[in-house]
């Protein structure tokens, strides 16, 4: 590690541990706070729940069936609350509480009856919880859960359980603001500020805490939110997990008569256009950085607040991504440097990695992240070799912290070594668009320096690139290590095959277009892979790897060429000649 990167590890170890010794301090008023009984507010406004909702979850909800994070767990008439979670995140899915929202889908007595229930459980039992239970974002989820999802459960209710459910509230809401000592960064400590602007909002009595919580969540806006409306720790994933909190939170001001401050205001406008940026033409995301399935639902409901509805941007500096387009063709390629180690836990080695589209049809991805079960596969997902872009001497571009003590200490395994300088441009030439971009992922292990020169031609049925290693002046390759893979993970819709020539490989897309890849001077193989990104969890599919000595070969130039029989080139050619279609 170079001395800014140790300074870091170091600046986030001695943070970690300040912190922790502080929340130790405190412990005493924290565990005070959730047993002491609170003031029961009145509720003044329950803010709206942009997450998709279904309505058949709230019969297996009520038959004892508890389905999260891939696990089922079955209560045989005991209470939920005590059983042991199967996993983490099975636990961290229950007790956000989240899932009322199903139950509110449904709207019906029994399932409001059922709502109540669950809730009395929680507040018998629930204080007595796990760990997780009192995790700062898991707390801060089921703040706002219970506040958006109050109509379901106050509905038709007796005072006596109004007053008991408001006092339960109000509790968690006084544990949450101890836990801000204490609190991961990133999107973690943004929800906790979110959650704690809704309860001065959402609670009458609350005037003192409205000003403070509005300070403390612009200062932390105005801190992971970048200029071009990427968050700080670079994964598309983060964005839309804020807006829908986000979105609401704007709403609430409003129905409060509150002026929303305008960090809050000017965050929202610079971030909606970033959905449209890792958008491909299947309407899924981009997959950077912990990035995992996407909900078209979702991505559409938050698109419907969008008042622009203009074309993506080309460029994201701040947040280091760029995007080309050029016809039905789509590209999107990670042109930055890592992001800081107190927000990399979720980061990956994917630097000049790119995914490629054309039409709704998903060409070149990279692995991305599963929905759940994540520990399994984060070392791979993580890795250089998990991303379609060069990896030298099997080595990751970027090194993870992975000693035991200190990824207990600080939650995670953050990046400890990576890029320091990527640089990106991009020009018009003859026949469309050049981006050239490099990274320095390599240098100091290696003497490496990696660049990737990309063109789109402007109809959109061809993209050039070349991959090159050089050593700039002052170093020198090392011995030992000149071996390098170029990889092009497939989308598993993708049927490949390799050409007899071992030079290229035929790609077939799901809408019957045909494309060629082609390695003008190497040998192309087709090799085993994985899409961890899948709605039903990981997928086998293929990659396209191209083996190659640095010594013997720094430079290799590659090819992705549309067929002029495909549907989508007949078409396009109809457009421009204005030709009538023949009858079936």
Known sequence: MSAAQRGQISTLLLGRFARKTAARLGEGSVALSRLVPSRADRLIIAPQDLRTTDA???????????????????????????????????????????????????????????????????LTNGRYSSDVAWRADVLARRVISL???????????????????????????????????????????LQVQIALCYAALCLANQGRHIRGATRRLSDELLRQILP???????????????LLDLLPLRQTFAARNIAPPSTLLNAIDRMMPMLRFFRHGDGSFALFNGM??????????????????????????????QRLDAASMTLIM???????????????????SF?????????????????TGRDNWRSFARSTAAHSTLTYHETSSCQFVEFAAMKRMLHGSPI????????????????????TASHDGYLSQFGLVHRRVLVMADDGSRLDGEDTLTSPPGHRIRSGSDDFALRFHLHPSVKASRLSDARGVMLVLPNRDVWTFEALDDRVELEESVFLAGTDGPRRTVQIVIHQNARHAASVRWTFVRSTSSASATAARRNIRKEPELPL
């Not at 990576?418 to 469309?432: D, I, L, M």
Request: charged residues 20%; proline residues 6%; contains cysteine.
């Open 56 to 122: 058949t979850r709230a019969a297996e909800i009520y038959a004892g069936r508890f389905v999260f994070a891939g696990k089922i767990v079955t209560c045989h008439g005991r209470s939920i609350f005590e059983i042991a979670p199967p996993s983490e995140d099975w636990a961290a899915a229950l007790l956000g509480f989240g899932w009322l929202r199903h139950l509110r889908a449904a709207d019906s007595a029994l399932t409001r009856a059922n709502a109540r229930s669950l809730i009395e459980d929680w």
């Open 147 to 189: 506040l958006s999802q109050a109509p379901l459960v106050l509905s038709d209710t007796d005072s006596k359980f109004y007053r008991r459910y408001l006092r339960g509230l109000t509790r968690e809401i006084r544990y949450l603001r101890y836990t801000m000592i204490d609190i991961v960064d990133g999107v973690p400590r």
């Open 228 to 242: 071009d409306g990427g968050h700080i720790s670079r994964n598309p994933g983060a964005m839309i997990e804020l």
């Open 292 to 321: 995992s399935v996407t909900s078209g639902d979702l991505v559409a409901t938050l698109l419907a607040y969008d008042d622009t509805h203009g074309t993506p941007m080309a460029s994201m500096p701040h947040s280091g991504f």
């Open 334 to 352: 990670d042109a930055g440097p890592p992001p800081l180690a107190s927000v990399s836990l979720d980061a990956h080695a994917g630097c000049l």
């Open 355 to 371: 995914e490629l589209s054309s039409g709704t049809a998903r060409i070149v991805t990279n692995c991305g992240m599963p929905p």
């Open 416 to 435: 400890s070594r990576g890029p320091t300088t990527v640089e990106a441009y991009r020009e018009t030439v003859s026949n469309g668009v050049m981006l």
